[in-house]
């Protein structure tokens, strides 16, 4: 099987729905996160981000 690896961008209000839903694919791995403010990229990558 396909292991995808998955980059979101933007982590505003939207974020959690579609970190939860790469978290729900057997293939697929969030490995990395972007947003203009810096502070709330840092925040969502140390909950999400292994």
Not at 23 to 38: F, G, M, P, T, Y
Request: net charge positive.
């Amino acid at each position: 099987m396909t292991q995808y690896r998955v980059g979101i961008i933007g982590c505003g209000s939207i974020f959690p729905m579609h970190s939860i839903s790469v978290a729900r694919q057997e293939n697929a791995k969030l490995v990395a996160v972007c947003d203009i403010k810096e502070e709330r990229a840092k925040a969502r990558a140390s909950d999400c981000l292994d």
